[in-house]
C-alpha cells in the first residue's frame, strides 16, 4: 500500500523504553529495520524513549525516527546500571512523564497514531488516547516470563488489562504472545515476526574474516567454538549453559556475547566448576560485531526458560550456524526438533550437553538443519516483508488486509 501523491505522510508516535545507540534488543531492532524500510513519503515517525546515558542529545533524527529522549541518565552507565537507583526511577516514571512529553509534541505535530512497543508502552499510549483521542498500536515484545510481567503490573492491573483491550490494532511477535493478548482481552491479535537482515549475516558468513577471532579469544580451529549472544539475566538460561560443558570434552569452549546484572554470578560458577579456561565472557558487543562473531562458530547456544520470539536465533541460522535450544515461549514458531535445530530440555545441563555433542559429531546434520533453518528464515523472517505488514496496519487501524502478509492468519 502506497500513500497518494497529493496525501501528506501518516505521522506515528512510537513509545519505547530504549532505543538506538545504547541498549539495543530485539525490540529496538524491530523498530529501526521497520522504520527504515517505509518511505518517509509514507509515514513520519516520532519516538519518546529514555536517555539513561548523558552523552546522548535529547533530540536527534535516527534513520527515519526523530528521536526524543527523556528522564535523567549518567556518564557511560552499563545494562546492569539500568536497574540500581538512580536510573531506575526512569522506568517507574515513564509512562507519565512519555505522556507528558507527547502532550507537548501534539502541540506542533497531528499524529494520527501512536505505538506501544511492549505491553508497558501501553500505558502512555492509552492515556494519550483518553486525553487526545490518538488511537494506537500495541506491539507484544515480552521476552520475559509472563507471570512475571503481570506481577509487576497487578497495582496497575485495571488500566493494564485496559491497554489491551483498547488498542486499535494488536500485533505479536510470536504464537506464544498473540495467545497472551487473547486472554489479556485484545481484539484480533495478529503475528507480525521480528525479522533477519540475512543478506547482512550471508555475506559476512561467505566472506574470509579480516579479524582473527578465534586467535584472539583463545580458541583452536580443532576446538569446537559455542557460542551465545545474549544478555546475561535469569531468563536465557546462561547458568545451564556453563552447567553444561562439565560434560563435555575439554575441546569445547563457549563464548558469550552479552553483558548484564548476572555476570559476576555466572563468572563464580565458571570458576567453582572448573571451566574457566573454556567459558569466554565477551561482554556486550555491538549488533554490527555479531555475524563476525557466528562466523567463527560452529553451533549456537541459547537453553532460553522464557522466549517471547528470539531473535539471536533468527541470526544465527541466517548465518548458517546450526541452533540448539529450548521450545520456552516463542522459540516454537520456528525451531523443529531435527529439522531447523536440536530442542534442549529447559534447565538440563546434562540434556544440553548431549545436543551440543550430537551436531559436533554429526557434520551431515549440521549442514541438513543449517540448510533447512536458513531457508526458513529467508523465506519467513524477511525485514521487507514485516515492514509490509506494518505499513497495512498504520494505513487501515481499524482492520487488518486478508492479504496482509503476516506469518500466520
Known amino acids: 500500500m502506497s500513500n497518494t501523491p497529493d496525501s501528506k505522510p501518516k505521522k506515528i508516535l512510537i513509545f519505547s523504553l530504549m532505543y538506538f545507540p545504547r541498549f539495543v534488543g530485539g525490540a529496538e531492532v524491530a523498530i529501526k529495520e521497520i522504520t527504515d524500510r517505509i518511505d518517509p513519503k509514507d509515514a513520519a515517525f516520532e519516538i519518546i524513549t529514555l536517555k539513561m546515558d548523558n552523552s546522548l542529545p535529547k533530540t536527534e533524527m535516527i534513520g527515519n525516527v526523530l528521536v526524543h529522549r527523556i528522564g535523567f541518565g549518567k556518564s557511560n552507565p552499563t545494562i546492569s546500571d539500568l536497574d540500581r537507583w538512580p536510573l531506575k526511577i526512569n522506568k517507574w516514571l515513564f509512562p507519565i512523564s512519555a505522556f507528558l512529553k507527547a502532550r507537548l509534541l501534539c502541540k506542533k505535530t497531528t499524529f494520527d497514531a501512536s505505538w506501544a512497543m511492549m505491553s508497558y508502552m501501553g500505558l502512555p499510549a492509552i492515556f494519550l488516547k483518553q486525553s ?18 503481570e506481577k509487576k503490573m497487578l497495582f496497575l492491573w485495571p488500566i493494564y488489562k485496559k491497554v489491551f483491550s483498547s488498542a486499535a490494532k494488536t500485533t505479536a511477535i510470536s504464537e506464544f504472545l498473540r495467545s497472551w493478548a487473547r486472554r489479556m482481552g485484545a481484539k484480533k491479535p495478529v503475528i507480525i515476526p521480528n525479522g533477519v537482515d540475512v543478506e547482512k549475516f550471508l555475506a559476512t558468513g561467505n566472506e574470509k574474516t579480516t579479524t582473527p577471532i578465534r586467535k584472539n579469544i583463545g580458541v583452536k580451529d ?5 557460542f551465545t549472544s545474549s544478555r546475561l539475566v535469569p531468563k536465557n538460561g ?11 570434552p575439554a575441546r569445547f569452549k563457549f ?6 546484572h548476572l555476570e559476576k554470578e555466572l563468572k563464580g560458577l565458571a570458576r567453582s566448576l572448573g571451566l574457566s579456561q573454556r567459558i ?8 554490527e560485531e555479531i555475524p563476525d562473531y557466528l562466523r567463527e562458530s560452529d553451533i549456537f547456544l541459547r537453553p532460553s526458560l522464557s522466549e517471547g520470539l528470539g531473535n539471536s536465533f533468527l541470526e544465527a541460522m541466517a548465518a548458517g550456524v546450526p541452533v540448539v535450544g529450548t521450545n520456552a ?13 536440536l530442542v534442549c530440555l529447559k534447565g538440563n545441563p546434562k540434556d544440553i550437553a ?34 509490509e505488514s506494518f505499513k497495512e496496519i498504520i494505513f487501515s487501524m481499524s482492520s487488518v488486509s486478508k492479504n496482509l502478509p503476516t506469518l500466520y492468519d
Not at 132 to 149: A, F, N, R, S
Not at 239 to 246: E, V
Not at 255 to 260: K, L, R
Open 222 to 226: 580443532s576446538e569446537i567454538l559455542v
Open 354 to 387: 548431549e545436543k551440543i555433542s550430537k551436531l559436533a559429531e554429526n557434520e551431515n546434520l549440521k549442514e541438513q538443519i543449517s540448510g533447512n533453518a536458513f531457508q526458513m528464515v529467508k523465506d519467513r523472517f524477511n525485514w521487507n516483508i514485516i515492514a
Open 329 to 341: 515461549g516463542g522459540i516454537s514458531d520456528f525451531l523443529a526438533d531435527g529439522v531447523t535445530g
Open 238 to 248: 546462561i547458568s545451564d549453559a556453563i552447567k553444561a560443558f562439565q560434560y563435555l
Open 255 to 260: 563464548a558469550i556475547a552479552g553483558d548484564g
Open 132 to 149: 487526545k483521542k490518538i488511537p494506537y498500536i500495541l506491539t507484544l515484545q515480552e521476552g520475559d516470563p509472563l507471570d512475571k510481567v
Open 280 to 287: 569466554i565472557f565477551l561482554g556486550f558487543k555491538k549488533p
